[in-house]
C-alpha cells in the first residue's frame, strides 16, 4: 500500500450511515466507531472522546471494503494503456479496496519473478491491494501448464489464460487436475475459437445489419459445457469468467444442482448494454465476449438474481486510442470498468432485482470466498476496510473526471447514478472525494 496516503489512526465516529455487511448479515442504519485503524464499535454509540472525530452520512451506504476479481492492469509491458498506479487509483475511485490482476501482461505472468514484481511494485505504489492471477501455460499458448506451485508461493492467488482460452481439452484436464493439489482455482476463459474465428461482435440481426461478422453464443455455451464436464470429472474448482449468454446461465445453474465445483461471474456491461451499443461501429462498445441481445441481458439478470452467477466483476480492459480508434474489426477488445461498476450494478438494486445486501455480496463477500482470502466485513476488532456509497451521486463519465489512463467506455459522456465517495483500505484513506475524512 502506498506509505504517503493518509491513516485512520485517529478516533472516528462514522454515524448513521446504512451499514450493509452481507459477512454479518447486517442491513441497518447504525454508528461506527473507528479507533487506532480498527472497528471499535458498531451501534447507537453516545460514549466519545473529546477528541473523536464525526462525519454524518446519513442516507449514504456503509459497506465492506469491495474486491474486483477480473482486471488488467497491463503492467508490466503495456504502461501507456495503464499502470498499477494508475489501474489501483481508478480501483479506488470505484470503490474498491482490492483487485484480482489477470496475466496476460508482456511479459506474461507466468513465472515467479512476474508475480513477485507485481506485488512488490503494488506494495510500493499501490491505492489498493493487489493479488496477481497467473497463467494456466507457459505464455499463455494453450500447451505446457506453468508451474502452480512455485506461482502459488510467488503469491497468485489463481490461474487462468484469460484473454485465450484453453483449447486443448487434455491440458484443460491436467490443469484442473494439477491445481486440485495446490487447491488453486482455476479461472475460464470460455470461447471455442473455431466457433468465434474473425468474428468481431454478437452473432444477430445488429451484426447482419452492419455487415460485421458475429460470434455465435455457442461460442462461449461449448466451451462452459466443456470445462464444467471437465471439472466434474476431476473434482476439482473451477470459475466461469465473464458469463454473457442465456445458454451460459442455464448450463451453469444446471451444474450447480448437480453439486460441480463452478462459481461463476459477469460483468456489468453484460446486464446494462445490449449489441445494439455498437450501432455506428462504436469500438468502446467490442468487447470479447461481445455484448448480446435483450434476451441474454434479462437471463444474465435473472442469473445474478437467483444465485446461479455468484461474482460481478468488471473485466477493466484499457486500451488507448491506438487500439480502439480504427476499423470495427481491427479495433481491440475491451473497455474499462472499475469506476463505473458501482453506479451500473445499483441499478440491478433500483429495479428490484437484488437487495442491497445480495448486491455487495457479488461485489465482496463472495469473491473474497471464492479466492480463499480472508472476507472483508465491517466487525468489531476488524482493521478498516471499507466503501461509503453515495446511491444518489449523480456524477459524468468524462476524460477529466477517470482516474484509469485510458477511457475506452461505452458510457463515456453519460450521466451515472451511485458512486463512492471514500474508500479505505487496511486502515489507509485512498479515495476521498468530498474530503471527509
Not at 360 to 367: G, R, V
Request: net charge negative.
Amino acid at each position: 500500500m502506498n506509505q504517503s496516503l493518509k491513516k485512520l489512526n485517529y478516533s472516528l465516529l462514522l454515524e448513521g450511515a446504512r451499514i450493509i455487511d452481507p459477512f454479518n448479515n447486517l442491513d441497518e442504519e447504525l454508528d461506527v466507531l473507528i479507533e487506532d485503524c480498527r472497528i471499535k464499535d458498531i451501534g447507537n454509540i453516545r460514549s466519545l472522546s473529546k477528541t473523536t472525530q464525526k462525519i454524518d452520512l446519513n442516507g449514504k451506504w456503509l459497506c465492506p471494503s469491495l474486491i474486483d476479481m477480473h482486471v488488467h492492469l497491463r503492467e508490466p509491458g503495456e504502461e501507456y494503456k495503464e499502470t498499477i498506479l494508475t489501474g489501483t487509483k481508478a480501483a479506488a475511485a470505484g470503490g474498491f479496496g482490492a483487485v484480482c490482476c489477470m496475466p496476460n501482461t508482456n511479459p506474461v505472468n507466468d513465472n515467479p519473478s512476474v508475480t513477485r514484481f507485481i506485488i512488490e511494485k503494488a506494495e510500493k505504489e499501490g491505492f489498493c491491494k493487489v493479488y496477481p492471477i497467473a497463467a494456466i501455460t507457459k505464455g499463455q499458448k494453450g500447451e505446457s501448464l506453468t508451474e502452480f506451485g512455485d506461482l502459488k508461493e510467488a503469491g497468485a492467488i489463481a490461474l487462468s489464460d484469460d484473454g485465450h482460452p484453453v483449447s486443448n481439452a487434455n491440458v484443460m484436464r491436467v490443469a484442473l487436475e494439477y491445481a486440485l493439489g495446490f487447491d488453486m482455482l482455476i479461472i475460464s476463459h470460455a470461447e471455442e475459437l473455431e466457433l468465434s474465428k474473425e468474428g468481431c461482435m454478437n452473432e444477430g440481426p445488429v451484426s447482419t445489419m452492419l455487415g460485421l461478422k458475429g460470434i455465435p453464443s455457442a461460442a462461449e455455451e461449448v466451451a462452459i459445457y466443456r470445462d464444467i464436464r471437465l471439472c466434474a470429472f476431476t473434482g476439482a474448482r473451477l470459475h466461469i469468467a465473464h458469463v454473457s449468454t442465456k445458454e451460459s446461465v442455464n448450463i451453469i445453474r444446471e451444474a450447480k444442482r448437480q453439486g460441480i465445483k463452478v462459481t461463476a461471474e459477469t460483468a456489468p456491461h453484460y446486464f446494462s448494454l445490449t449489441h445494439e451499443a455498437v450501432i455506428g461501429y462504436n469500438t468502446n462498445a467490442k468487447m470479447n465476449p461481445p455484448l448480446r441481445s435483450k434476451e441474454d441481458v434479462d437471463a444474465i439478470i435473472e442469473g445474478l438474481r437467483d444465485g446461479t452467477i455468484d461474482v460481478i466483476a468488471t473485466d477493466h480492459a484499457p486500451h488507448s486510442e491506438l487500439e480502439k480508434d480504427l476499423e470495427f474489426p481491427l479495433a481491440a477488445n475491451g473497455i474499462i470498468g472499475l469506476e463505473t461498476s458501482i453506479p451500473l450494478s445499483l441499478e440491478l438494486v433500483r429495479k428490484g432485482h437484488l437487495t442491497p445486501l445480495e448486491l455487495i455480496a457479488k461485489l465482496s463477500l463472495n469473491p473474497y470466498k471464492i479466492l480463499n482470502l480472508h472476507p472483508s466485513s465491517l466487525s468489531v476488532g476488524e482493521i478498516a476496510n471499507f466503501v461509503i456509497i453515495d446511491p444518489d451521486l449523480e456524477f459524468k463519465v468524462s476524460k477529466e473526471n477517470l482516474y484509469s489512463k485510458s477511457y475506452n467506455s461505452p458510457f463515456l459522456g453519460k450521466t451515472l447514478k451511485g458512486r463512492a465517495i471514500v474508500t479505505v483500505c487496511d486502515s489507509f484513506v485512498t479515495f476521498d472525494l468530498l474530503n471527509l475524512l
